[in-house]
Each structure stands twice: as structure tokens, then as C-alpha cells.
């Protein structure tokens, strides 16, 4: 398993950014891939945007997708999400994830280590 820890988060306006990063503890992390999820109040922990460690693809939300790029670093074992014309309903914990494997998910039963979070919270 990783170990991780986000950073990053805070209080911005309505079509602010920010950029959340996760660090990574681990000889083994450049074959982890990596995802970001966010869980608001009342709601269930979902999906924002994943990253595969053997090539780099990508996956996006569809409410994100557009406004968001994920990237990693493998030599600073770090993946950052740079949020873009964020909006009030982008408000929430928001989770790093890594996960073994040659193939990306969307599923959080499939990510078995997370960090602690990080809250994003977006006034209108």
C-alpha cells in the first residue's frame, strides 16, 4: 500500500481554481493508478478524475470534465488536480486514491489506499 496526503484546499468564489496535490509515500507508487474523489454533505463518495501510471490516460467526471486536469509526477510521487471555473456544487472533501493494477476505475470499493482529504469549498 501508499500512503498519501493531500493539500490544496480551500475557500474560492464561484469561477475561481485551485490546485489540489497528493503525495505519496511508497517505493512502489509508479504502479499505483491514481484517482481523486470528492464526497459532499449528505452524499455518497463519488468519481472526480483518475490517472493510469503505464501510459498516462485519463478519465473524467462528466461534471468535471473540461474544467479539470489530472497529472502525476512519478519522480516526486505526487499527483496534482488542477480545478478550473469552479462552481458551488464542486463543494466537498475532496480524496486521493491509489489503486494496483494495469486498468483505470471509477469505483471507490476498488481503491484500497485514500488519504485523509482535503475540503474545497466554493461560495456563490
Known amino acids: 500500500q501508499v500512503q498519501l496526503v493531500e493539500s490544496g484546499g480551500g475557500l474560492v468564489q464561484t469561477g475561481g481554481s485551485l490546485r489540489l496535490s497528493c503525495a505519496a509515500s511508497g517505493r512502489t507508487f509508479i504502479k499505483y493508478n491514481m484517482g481523486w474523489f470528492r464526497q459532499a454533505p449528505g452524499k455518497e463518495r463519488e468519481f472526480v478524475a483518475g490517472?493510469?501510471?503505464?501510459?498516462?490516460?485519463?478519465d473524467y467526471a462528466d461534471s468535471v470534465k473540461g474544467r479539470s486536469t489530472i497529472s502525476r509526477n512519478n519522480a516526486k510521487n505526487t499527483v496534482d488536480l488542477q480545478m478550473n471555473s469552479l462552481k458551488p456544487e464542486d463543494t466537498a472533501v475532496y480524496y486521493c486514491a491509489a489503486r494496483p493494477g494495469s486498468s483505470l476505475s471509477t469505483l471507490v470499493a476498488d481503491f484500497g489506499s485514500w488519504g485523509q482529504g482535503t475540503q474545497v469549498t466554493v461560495s456563490s
Open positions: 490517472i493510469r501510471w503505464s501510459d498516462g490516460r485519463t
